[in-house]
């Protein structure tokens, strides 16, 4: 069943700059479902249901509560409103939106952990603060959400604060140091969560260069997000048969 969610959240990554109009809503959507079910599903069967459960707990809970407490107050993100195209919201944040967080910090924290022992949450929110330099622009270009002033900002990246990064990484370290206290360290399976994080990377640098045009983008988020995706491949490298 994970590797079935995994292909299919790539299937429906793949289309997403292929539409637009109401289908663009619905494979947003539809993508954050099936990455966020692909994540927690392998958590579930690969390492138990305390360890899925509280991964769910900390990240969609605590995502929903960074969110919602940035909406209102503009603490740590900067000054940001959600529109209503991401369908129902939970005071004030779109429900997707803590599942954005719960699908990324899965696999992310075994990238992590894998990379360092001892400072696997720095790591592990840097990876966060990176993928959302990819996420983050995308998202205001097709109306998600906006900042009401969005500089200064990383050059070449429009329409977001730095605050916005600075935030994420914050919040993200704040996370990855709690799933660390929590959650045992293990050997088990993380192949399909890793095939999503180097699909994410290279499939955002890709996307942002050759269908959206961003090229700043392209090189910010994979300066960014390259300081964890390109170090775990790595040790995965040194670590294979």
């Known amino acids: 069943m994970p ?63 960074a969110e919602a407490i940035g909406v209102r107050t503009g603490f740590p993100f900067g000054d940001y409103a959600y529109s209503d195209a991401l369908g129902p919201q939970l005071l004030g944040v779109p429900v997707v939106v803590p599942l954005a967080w719960t699908m990324m910090a899965y696999p ?16 592990g929110g840097v990876g966060l603060a990176g993928w959302d330099v990819f996420l983050d622009p995308q998202m205001v270009a097709d109306g998600r959400w906006r900042w009401s002033d969005p500089t200064p900002g990383l050059p070449g990246v429009r329409d977001v604060p730095l605050t916005n990064f600075v935030g994420w990484l914050v919040v993200g370290i704040a996370m990855m140091a709690l ?27 890709i996307g942002n260069v050759f269908w959206f045009g961003t090229h700043a983008i392209a090189l910010a988020g994979g300066i960014a997000m390259g300081l964890v995706a390109i170090p775990y491949a790595w040790t995965l490298w040194q670590s294979r048969p």
């Not at 700059?17 to 692909?38: E, K, N």
């Open 108 to 123: 992310m924290f075994l990238a992590a952990r894998r990379i360092s022992r001892r400072w696997a949450a720095v790591v």
């Open 3 to 65: 590797w079935v969610l995994a292909l299919a959240t790539i299937a429906m990554q793949i289309s997403y700059p292929l539409v637009d109009g109401g289908w663009l809503r619905r494979v947003t959507i539809g993508s954050v479902v099936l990455f966020a079910l692909a994540s927690v599903t392998h958590a579930w069967v690969h390492r138990g249901f305390r360890w899925a459960f509280t991964l769910v707990a900390v990240t969609a809970g605590g995502g929903l509560a």
């Open 179 to 205: 799933l660390s206290l929590a959650l045992p360290r293990d050997r088990a399976s993380e192949t399909a969560p890793a095939l999503l994080l180097f699909w994410t990377y290279f499939g955002s640098i």
